[in-house]
């Protein structure tokens, strides 16, 4: 699921490296994560709502780890799991990505 379009980061991330290696790492550690990459400034990331996602998926009790990515802040790391756009949803399913079905508003 993709919504804004992005233009590419802008200015020098630090860490980024640290960045790219802990947002693959955490792929690599869960056997079902959900990832959001988002952007502040996107009317559509703006419309995610992350902490709610997040305790939804604990209340039913979902094996699936929720994890946000801001892309603009870590390009690298966008990158390195598939970010293409703002907003986007990857669901990884055994370190591989699956096609996300779930709802959308439009």
């Known amino acids: 699921m993709s919504g804004c379009r992005g233009g590419g980061a802008k200015g020098t991330v630090d860490g980024a490296g640290a960045r790219q290696q802990n947002t693959r790492r955490a ?18 990331s703006a419309q995610l709502r992350f902490a709610e996602t997040s305790a939804a998926l604990r209340a039913m009790g979902s094996a699936v780890a929720f994890a946000k990515l801001r ?4 390009p690298k790391a966008a990158v390195a799991v598939g970010v293409k756009g703002f907003s986007t949803v990857l669901l990884f399913v055994n370190d591989t990505e699956h096609a996300y079905h779930g709802l959308r508003t439009r």
């Open 27 to 44: 792929v690599e550690d869960h056997a079902e994560l959900l990832l959001v990459g988002y952007a502040p400034w996107c009317e559509r």
């Open 71 to 74: 892309v603009e802040r870590y």
